[in-house]
Every structure is written in structure tokens, then in C-alpha cells.
């Protein structure tokens, strides 16, 4: 009786642990390929100007917890709008202004992401990282489940489905040969029961766009060291495509 239990025991075990294999090996086959993509919350309609008007500022910033090389980023970037036509010139002389910040980079959720992008220039990212590496959990239960669980832990530790993304936030400013006047509403919280309430207008000479990218990369096993360089690039394309 003892013998013929513990036979049933390593067969639902086998059995278990085989589908945990199963389910990882069809994680890798999904995602095997690197998929990159690239959405704009707002889509920006700029008026046609003459092609003497077509100069642009740039000023490229980086608040994100990982490093990026700004100064190459910035170098692709001018490449890319001068194959455009457009001039890269100092801030006095240019019709455009191209203002970027690039908010995170890192392990992310699709769902996390895509409510990013969904939040739209400006928002919040609390929480954004929140489940970013993604890998199909495969327990056993039952008799077997300590068996399966160890099997499903090795195959868990050998197949993720990972994907990384990164936030850009960007105001695009049209110089006006109008005066455009802005006015700023902010309320402040001053501890757990107070607020202040600020108000200011000013005059200027720039209407400004605004709107947030968001580049996904997702692959088995995907490494920040692979992606970045697809995420930039996908970036300084989107970027080159706004004016």
C-alpha cells in the first residue's frame, strides 16, 4: 500500500513539474523576439513655417535614477532634425523649442506603462515600477506541490519575461510674434490640514505643446544593457518626428 502510494506520488510529482516546464518553454517561445514599441499620449499639430523659420533649441534633460549619456543623445537628435531640414541654433535664434526630460527607465508592467502613457504629460509615477519583472509563477499543489514548487522555481529562475520602459516627458514651444499671455494656478500642501494657493500671469512669446512617450522593450531574459540602447534610439526618432 505504502509502495503504491509514494509510485502515485512521484508520478503526479513528474507529472506537475513537467507542466511547469511546459508553461515556462511557452513564455520563451512568446516572447523570444525583441518587440520595441513607442506611443505619444497627445498627438502635437504644429502650423507649417517657411523653411528660414525651421530652427530649433534643444535642452535634453534627465531626471531618472540610471545614468544616460545626455550629451550623445543630444548629438543623435540634432543628426536626426538637421536630415529633416531643421537648424539647431542658440535659444535667441530659434523658432522651436524642444524641451525633453526623461522621467524612468527601467523594469516595468505593460499595464504599469501603458498607465503612464494613459496619465499623459505631467503625472504621476507612483507606482509605475510596481510588478515590473514579469515571470510566470508555476507551484505545485496537492501532494506533489513541494516537488513541483522546487520545479517550478528552476524553471521560473531560467525564463522571465521582462520588460523594461522608459518615460519622456516633452514641451515643444512655437515662438508667437504676439505677446501669449499664461497664467499659473498651483496649490501647495502645507502639512496634513493646510494648502496655499498660487496664482501668476506673465507675458511671453511662446506656445507650448506638451505630451509624454513611452518606449517598451520586451524579450525572455531581456537585460537593461540590450534595451537601453533600443529605447534611446526609439526615443530620438519620436523626438525627430515632432517638428
Known amino acids: 500500500m505504502k509502495h503504491s502510494l509514494v509510485v502515485r506520488v512521484a508520478v503526479l510529482s513528474a507529472v506537475v513539474v513537467g507542466l511547469s516546464g511546459c508553461a515556462a518553454a511557452q513564455v520563451a517561445l512568446s516572447h523570444k523576439n525583441l518587440n520595441v514599441q513607442t506611443k505619444m499620449s497627445n498627438t502635437i499639430f504644429l502650423p507649417p513655417v517657411s523653411p528660414s523659420k525651421q530652427t530649433v533649441y534643444v535642452q535634453f534633460k534627465s531626471t531618472a535614477d540610471q545614468t544616460l549619456n545626455i550629451s550623445a543623445l543630444e548629438q543623435e537628435l540634432d543628426a536626426s532634425l538637421t536630415t529633416q531640414g531643421y537648424r539647431v541654433v542658440s535659444y535667441k535664434q ?3 523649442l524642444l524641451q525633453i526630460n526623461v522621467l524612468s527607465i527601467g523594469k516595468m508592467s505593460p499595464s504599469a506603462a501603458q498607465g503612464a502613457l494613459g496619465g499623459g504629460y505631467g503625472s504621476a509615477l507612483a507606482g509605475a ?3 515590473g519583472l514579469i515571470g510566470q509563477s508555476f507551484v505545485g499543489a496537492g501532494v506533489g506541490g513541494l516537488v513541483a514548487g522546487v520545479g517550478g522555481m528552476i524553471a521560473d529562475s531560467l525564463v522571465k519575461n521582462v520588460t523594461y520602459a522608459m518615460i519622456t ?3 515643444v514651444g512655437v515662438r508667437s510674434r504676439h505677446a501669449v499671455q499664461q497664467q499659473t494656478n498651483a496649490n501647495l500642501q502645507q502639512g496634513t490640514s493646510t494648502s496655499t494657493s498660487q496664482n501668476t500671469s506673465q507675458v511671453g512669446h511662446w506656445m507650448d505643446y506638451r505630451t509624454r512617450i513611452v518606449s517598451t522593450a520586451n524579450k525572455v531574459n531581456l537585460s537593461f544593457k540590450t534595451a537601453l540602447p533600443v529605447l ?3 526615443l530620438v526618432h519620436s523626438l525627430g518626428g515632432l517638428l
Do not use: E, I, L, S
Request: proline residues 0%; aromatic residues 8%; glycine residues 16%.
Open 94 to 96: 530659434a523658432h522651436y
Open 169 to 171: 516627458d516633452v514641451q
Open 232 to 234: 534611446q534610439g526609439q
Open 129 to 131: 515600477a510596481a510588478g
